[in-house]
T-cell receptor
Framework: GAVVSQHPSRVICKSGTSVKIECRSL??????MFWYRQFPKQSLMLMAT?????????EQGVEKDKFLINHASLTLSTLTVTSAHPEDSSFYIC???????????FGPGTRLLVL | RKEVEQDPGPFNVPEGATVAFNCTYS??????FFWYRQDCRKEPKLLMS???SGNEDGRFTAQLNRASQYISLLIRDSKLSDSATYLC???????????FGDGTTLTVKP
């Protein structure tokens, strides 16, 4: 079946540094990828929708200059958390959709801890 | 009011029990409905889609009531491995974004 990978799975960084998270669809071309954030005991909150070759669409309240998204190819989207702060510590999960198929596949997530 | 609301639980049930989760949504334009399962510190995984006529997959039965904007998930003969958080997901059309409920936590005990 379709698989989505994320790298790294876990990252610990100092406050002020930037962190890049990669999301890859391994055996299908994803025209649309989604980036979510999940805080403990809360549900997934959509941060942005990324379409290959175009600018990402950010949800209200998500700073596009802080969370840079690049969807350079049909199999790769990246999220860069710039100048990370402790409040950015969270579980970041990407998701890819195969065309307009209803099925949405999730990556295994990246745990970010900012000290 | 949240777009998708679920009873957070936790639901603590013995093995073999039947348990039901409810979910309500506020966006009447919603067209697609799903139940996902999320294990602790893992990503969500699709459990089943929810169809208007109701659908069953083994021990799991999903129901949709569009008039009441209500979705349910019934788990029969609970197993220890069913312990997880169950997320209700609502999507506005095929290409629309998905909105997740906060999830209902189930713990099945021996």
């Amino acid at each position: 079946g379709a698989v989505v990978s994320q790298h790294p799975s876990r990252v610990i960084c100092k406050s002020g540094t930037s962190v890049k998270i990669e999301c890859r669809s391994l055996d299908f071309q994803a025209t649309t990828m989604f980036w979510y954030r999940q805080f403990p005991k809360q549900s997934l909150m959509l941060m942005a929708t990324s379409n290959e070759g175009s600018k990402a669409t950010y949800e209200q309240g998500v700073e596009k200059d802080k969370f840079l998204i690049n969807h350079a190819s049909l199999t790769l989207s990246t999220l860069t958390v710039t100048s990370a702060h402790p409040e950015d510590s969270s579980f970041y999960i990407c998701s890819a959709r195969l065309g307009y198929s209803q099925t949405q596949y999730f990556g295994p997530g990246t745990r970010l801890l900012v000290l | 009011r949240k777009e998708v609301e679920q009873d957070p639980g936790p639901f603590n049930v013995p093995e073999g029990a039947t348990v039901a989760f409810n979910c309500t949504y506020s966006n009447s334009a919603s067209q697609s409905f799903f139940w996902y399962r999320q294990d602790c510190r893992k990503e969500p995984k699709l459990l089943m889609s929810v169809y208007s006529s109701g659908n069953e997959d083994g021990r799991f039965t999903a129901q949709l009531n569009r008039a009441s904007q209500y979705i349910s998930l019934l788990i029969r003969d609970s197993k220890l491995s069913d312990s997880a958080t169950y997320l209700c997901v609502v999507r506005e059309g095929n290409a629309g974004k998905s909105t997740f409920g906060d999830g209902t936590t189930l713990t099945v005990k021996p």
